[in-house]
């Protein structure tokens, strides 16, 4: 009997080692051919996928990075971001703006065509921004145009009309503001104010957020929660010639290995949603050497501390905080997507050159710090430091809680001892911005729009304190601070703008309500068919102007069907062709 | 029995109501807001009451509860602006959409995300979800009651060692790694099925097709813990008096064990089955994730991890009823298996 089992014992590894075989080769396959040198064509398909899934695509509603993406594809906006991520005129042929910053003339390009068939005129742009800040459109960010005249008897729905809004002309229309906002132009450059079909109407309807309708160079032909987008080119485009892609595809709601499947067996064309491991595969296989970029998230992070109750409202606790951390460290986790980063403003609007203030990591000066809060501490004999635990709010399975883990460490070397507490998404807003509620936490913020105001206006400002929803989560209050984030809002001198938020930079390290350690990037990847793409300092995944050499593309999905495929039903998606003999000679790196 | 029944029934529609009700408050006094959630980490405070406000959830909770049972009841086109219903929208809300059952109609509400009725979400999940449950539990039964029976039969030989083991290797494997490792095997080396996805369009074949692994993933673990049941029933059950007795009468080993020992040892695995029932309605939520299968789970999974109150209400009301039903139907199948039954 002993033997038997023994027997099965031994017959059952060996099918586990083999599948595990089979399963776990690590096989990268490499990119068909080289890229070739060919000029914009038209046609093909773009596919690739998200992680996350898309709620809605209506332009007055939808405000996260995956909708913006395809925003981007169905809406074209009055003006938008060059190349080089500064603001240029898009629908708009030209924009003036008043010597005092408060009036904005748009004069609309002629003969822009909807994708209904209609014509872009200056009512449209009104009745679209109205729609997207009714009273009942659920806008999750319609404050952002609380200086448009008029916006808060129209928002409260004591207003029919948008009275800032003027039409001056069948193509002309004039923004009036009821005070000076340097930053207005990036606000019309987001999906929310885009023009939208006279379909849509004059209020909100929750279907419009599945059949969407706009002026960009793609229209929706299908959208299924959960499952995919499909754009096809508006052949009316403005843009004569343009859009090179007879459409996209975007699957939603695909885990990242998936996505890695379908890019590697030549079912999606880009993608950036790695795992850890295939990202780091990926970047150092040589023969994908050329074919990717660091794209800029436009995201800083690090953690809050509560500058209104105990123990941090001791500002000499918290310097002792920022002394401690070690950006580099964080780094370390997960490398070359997370840069070691120590002022509030990221790279991509503001580059930290040598001399910029900041936060910086001195372990002598922290344990100084600690000494002037009143708790004296000693690394040698570990005796002495902040008597109590302090919690920590991290998010679940996230990298804030592997963030948070490093600076339990790091801060235990000053002789704070800090508990992690991992709570859920809606947890965490909710207690985090809850006035006294939370002492410290995982902290970041996303830009808006690239102006290096949105930085510190909505959380380091007094007026984003709140009792609950609070969006100061250090609920930190400093007058100089709010005086000099006014005046760059004002100003329309990039460089007076660069001054000042150098001088609240300056404030933020000194009073450390955050402490900033890292900047995340996404690394994209592309086959060498796909043309003219380049991650883009501002809009993300813009795909809009890419084109295929089709003929390189043909060759890459021969090459890639070499693999044994069987069919079992009819008409299922995988395609199992035969290879030709110049695709397989392609296939040398493999 | 009739009596039995009835009382049965009402039992029956009291827990469900209970569970929906006790849903109801668990999920509206916690103390997380889904308005914040809903506008997300980049809206402003004055943003997030304005949509509190627009859902209805700037309102006590006993209103709120109030105006759920009349909206869920009342059969009154455009008047369900109980949680936010028609609230908001414009004045431009399609329809209330019900789902009927009998004389009973059911208005759900609009889930607060998509913004769509309950009904017509959770309408669009079930199907895929019925597709995998039901080739999953056939995997599950075939596989289950098949390897059991044998390995109950040739008690001692490598097939029992082996079953005991597999089976062991398969209630231990999490669906994820099951999952991955077909995935990664049969759709992505050999290319035999689809990497996932599911298209509502297509013929029987190709979705029957689609749905194999992931009914494979789910009917695997199943299938290990039905075997191992079935196997230690049959045990006890092969030594019985009344076993001993047939095999004496000179009955074929093939009766004795389909039809004396396997219908007796039935009675457990129809019990694990009916509350197997709710689990492969709504536990298939990895396995989903993994093939984006689009039915119940993912939508569940989403809905909780972003407080879609409507969404996940409608989700425990339907997980609550199949159970409930499945257990009803469970104890009735009790009677058509076991005549000691009828005759209580």
Known sequence: ?590 | MLRSLVAKLLWALFTIWAVVTLTFFVFNVLPEDPARVIAGPQARPADVARIREQLGLDRPITTRYRLYLEQMFADRVGQSAAIGVTVGTGGKAPPPSRVSLGPISLDLGTSYLLRKPVVDVLGRALPPTLLVGILALAIQVAVGTAAGVIAAHRRHTVFDWGTVALTLVGISAPTFLTGLLLQHVFAYELRVFPLGGYSPEASWAVRAHEAFLPAVTLGLFGAAYYARLVRDEMIVLLKADFIRTARAKGQRDFVILYRHALRNALVPLVTVLGLNMGVLVGGAIVTEKIFRWPGIGYYTVSALQERDGPIIIGVVLLFSTVVVLSNLLVDVSYAALDPRVRRR
Request: hydrophobic share 35%; charged share 25%; with cysteine.
């Open chain 1, 1 to 590: 009997m002993r033997s038997i089992h023994e027997k099965t014992e031994r017959a059952l590894l060996l099918l586990v080692a083999l599948c595990a075989l089979l399963a776990c080769r690590a096989n990268v396959t490499g990119p068909i051919g080289e890229r070739r040198d060919v000029q914009p064509q038209r046609g093909g398909v773009l596919r690739t996928a998200f992680f996350t899934n898309v709620r809605t695509l209506d332009a007055a509603t939808a405000f996260d990075t995956a909708s913006a993406a395809l925003e981007g594809l169905i809406y074209d906006t009055l003006v938008s971001y060059d190349d080089a991520g500064k603001i240029v005129p898009l629908l708009a042929e030209s924009v003036d703006v008043s010597a005092d910053g408060k009036r904005f003339t748009f004069t609309l390009r002629k003969g822009v065509r909807f994708q209904d068939g209609s014509e872009l005129t200056a009512r449209d742009v009104k009745r679209s921004l109205e729609r997207a800040l009714h009273a009942d459109t659920p806008c999750p960010v319609a404050s952002f145009y609380d200086r448009i005249a008029g916006y808060d008897e129209y928002r409260k729905g004591k207003a029919a009309e948008l009275s800032g809004v003027k039409l001056a002309g069948r193509y002309t229309v004039e923004i009036a503001l009821s005070d000076t906002d340097a930053t207005f132009l990036h606000v019309m450059a987001l999906p929310i104010a885009a023009p939208v079909c006279p379909g849509a109407g004059k209020t909100w309807d929750a279907e419009f957020g599945i059949s969407p309708c706009g002026a960009g160079p793609f229209r929706v032909t299908r959208f299924e929660h959960g499952r995919v987008v499909e754009l096809r080119r508006h052949d009316g485009y403005w843009q004569k010639g343009k859009p090179y892609l007879d459409g996209v595809e975007w699957q939603l709601g695909m885990p990242a290995f998936t996505q890695r499947f379908e890019f590697e067996s030549g079912g999606f064309d880009y993608m950036r949603e790695f795992s850890d491991a295939d990202s780091l595969l990926y970047r150092t296989h040589p023969a994908w050497k050329g074919h990717g970029a660091w794209a800029s998230s436009m995201t800083t992070a690090g953690l809050f501390m509560n500058t209104q109750r105990p123990p941090f409202d001791n500002r000499h606790l918290r310097r002792a905080v920022s002394y401690a951390l070690r950006a580099e460290h964080i780094a370390a986790i997960r490398q070359g997507h997370v840069w070691p980063h120590r002022k509030v403003v990221p790279g991509a609007i503001i580059e930290s050159t040598p001399g910029y203030p900041g936060q910086r990591h001195d372990p002598k000066q922290a344990l100084a710090e600690m000494k002037a809060a009143g708790y004296p501490y000693d690394p040698s004999t570990g005796e002495g430091g902040y008597p109590e635990e302090i919690e920590y709010v991290a998010l679940l399975e996230s990298f804030g809680q592997q963030a948070a883990e490093i600076y339990q460490q790091q801060l235990a070397r000053i002789g704070i001892r800090i508990r992690l507490q991992l709570v859920s998404w809606p947890t965490f807003l909710t207690r985090t911005g809850r006035r006294g509620e939370v002492a410290m936490g995982t902290s970041g913020w996303h830009a808006d729009y690239p102006h290096a105001t949105n930085f510190f206006e909505p959380i380091l400002t007094t007026k984003a304190i709140s009792d609950e929803n609070s969006q100061n989560l250090s609920f930190f209050s400093n007058r100089e601070l709010d005086e000099l984030v006014r005046r760059a809002r004002r100003t329309p001198d990039d460089a007076e703008v660069r001054r000042l938020i150098r001088e609240a930079e300056t404030i933020v390290a000194r009073e450390a309500p955050w402490v900033t350690s890292y900047e995340y990037r996404y690394f994209e990847l592309w086959h060498p068919y796909l043309h003219g793409y380049r991650p883009h300092p501002v809009l993300s995944q813009h795909v809009r102007d890419v084109w295929l050499d089709l003929e390189a593309r043909r060759d890459d999905r021969r090459a890639r069907a070499t693999r044994p495929c069987f069919r079992l039903v009819p008409g299922t998606r995988d395609a199992c062709r035969p290879a030709t003999r110049s695709a397989l000679a392609a296939v040398g790196g493999r």
